[in-house]
């Protein structure tokens, strides 16, 4: 039987604006004997995304906010290290969405069994073979309707979402790829590592003249991360026809003083033009065609990608607050390394 | 050979902000003899619709704008005096494209003749069986995809397209259909008349709140012919998977501040809607199944309608910046009838 003790990050207040350390605590679970039926899964890495600051208001949406005074919930990659159901054997690789914990023991219904690639790290199934990527491919594909031979623009391009939209939206045969991010070096990665044909810093000269610069002809597809004057600039250069995937507004997530409002909305009257908001979760049945589709990929070569690690489940908040920043590129995961001091003892 | 002149209102200036008188001329044209293949028509009635005022700005869209000193296009029924064609027989009933003048001369081609129907005016032809009435078919049933059993919102729901709007969800089996109007007025008839479970006046009271009263359980499908704030409005108060047909924005176009910009884009995503922008231009494909479908339910007394009739060409501007304030019930027409006042001569 394996004794040990659970940390965990818990919502401690609702935050009003930026989240701040003090709306999250630390709480250390002594863990009981399994149950008949569960399994003992110790963290690698979990996943801090810009949806879990919706999940924090106690606002109705897609997904229930979080509980306060419960763990904040999110993805998680891990290992069995103990288990007493016969579906998951001790060793296995597992994804879960028990968040933010080093440890986690529940049922083993709650975690799904996933191969070990050699030389790709387990915090690839939180990204380029986890959600995240499922998010571009069904954003791109399935909600944009992307065809080929589209232009397709995409801000905060070099997120964890944004560098797989541009690079599928390559394989895919777009006739030009565009982005946005908010450093210098970001954009370079863009050109230079995702293969984007254009990428432009919004933070550095005016959205809508860098768009039209970048795109003479207009877009035929926006995948909008951002929201407010992205989404506004992205209707001022579609091309008649076009179609947006709202995944996200991260621009909006912590204001105040109320949302940015949306110009040109006349735009989508005129030019014909379809918006469509999802969530992935929505869209899991695209999950084996995406999996199929992306190893394929992944094995021929044809995705990079980068990730942002923050060590330390004391350090959540931290990397949660810096994605929201932007201060990732890539995927942004929190390695929670506790393996070692687990001490199995059957 | 018939003799006689067109009376024609002209472009003379491109409006900023609201059109004036000083915005337009008159001309009086001498008609020549009919050429081979043409066709002299005198216009019953001539239609002012929302969507001119964008033709009178010289920007990109759908439809190119109107020419500066020429006629003002736009549909018109009217019945063909003499004819130089032997597809189109003199005393037919003809829809056209040719706008603001009393008498057109043009070739047969330029003309659909349409069937006489008893006690149906000829301006039926403009509204409710025309292009009017074909708007709120296919922005419902193809745009917005309405099913049975939705909630349906519309704005400017006393207008020409949307008195139709409503009509057509009741009698595919909405759950609740809700209508926005800006007078009292207006606001009785859509109850009373045509049908609408539920109607509010938005100058007299708070958008939102007035749509969550008449929609406490949200809605499904918003038909958009307002903008700005009606479309804040709608998505604040959609459910999950909520669908938009976005048709115009007549509270739009006369500002010379900008637009307003609609908040509440985030709900986008976390309800999962799409919104869809349309002109009927790119519908036209589904004309025969309409006049089908709105044949029958007119023909068994199911579908009501208004029309604000005003008389005289000299008055077709007049007539369309009242329909721009909002001063029709139903489909604003101008009745130009010269008919008794032009001699055939053969």
Redesign the interface.
């Known amino acids: 039987m394996t004794t040990g003790t659970s940390t965990q990050i818990q919502l401690a207040a609702r935050p009003t604006g930026w989240p701040t350390a003090a709306d999250f605590s630390t709480a250390v679970i002594d863990l009981p004997d399994l149950a008949a039926g569960q399994v003992r899964v110790v963290n690698d890495f979990i996943s801090v995304d810009p949806y879990m600051r919706?999940r924090m208001n106690d606002v109705k949406?897609?997904i229930p906010p979080f509980v306060l005074g419960e763990t904040m919930g999110g993805g998680a990659v891990g290992r069995v290290v103990e288990s007493a159901a016969e579906s998951v054997a001790v060793g296995s690789l597992v994804v879960h969405q028990y968040g933010w914990r080093d440890v986690v023991q529940e049922d083993a219904a709650g975690f799904r069994v996933v191969p070990e690639i050699p030389n790709v790290p387990s915090s690839a199934y939180l990204g380029v073979l986890g959600m995240t990527a499922l998010t571009a491919y069904v954003g791109l594909l399935e909600v944009a309707r992307f065809k080929e031979g589209d232009t397709v623009f995409v801000s905060g391009a070099a997120g964890a979402v944004g560098s797989m939209v541009g690079q599928i939206a390559r394989l895919k045969g777009a006739a030009r790829v565009i982005g946005s991010a908010g450093t210098d070096e970001k954009v370079a990665l863009l050109t230079e590592k995702y293969g984007f044909d254009a990428a432009f810093n919004y933070k550095t000269g005016d959205l809508a003249t860098q768009l039209a610069e970048a795109a003479p002809e207009g877009i035929d597809v926006y995948f909008d991360n951002v929201?407010?004057d992205h989404?506004s600039a992205a209707l001022g250069a579609f091309k008649?026809g076009g179609r947006a995937a709202?995944?996200?507004?991260i621009s909006?997530m912590n204001r105040t003083d109320?949302?940015?409002?949306?110009?040109?909305?006349?735009?989508?009257?005129?030019?014909?033009?379809?918006?469509?908001?999802?969530?992935v979760g929505?869209y899991l049945a695209h999950f084996p065609a995406f999996t199929e589709q992306m190893g394929a990929w992944f094995a021929a070569g044809d995705i990079v990608f980068d990730e942002t690690v923050v060590d330390g489940i004391e350090n959540s908040v931290d990397a949660f607050l810096g994605m929201l920043r932007g201060e990732n590129t890539g995927k942004m995961v929190v390695k929670t390394s506790v393996l070692e001091s687990t001490t199995a003892a059957s």
Do not use: E, H, K, W
Request: proline residues 3%; neutral net charge.
């Open positions: 919706g949406s897609y929201g407010g989404l008649d709202l995944c996200g507004a909006q109320g949302p940015t409002g949306v110009q040109n909305m006349v735009n989508i009257v005129t030019r014909g033009l379809t918006l469509t908001g999802f969530t929505n």
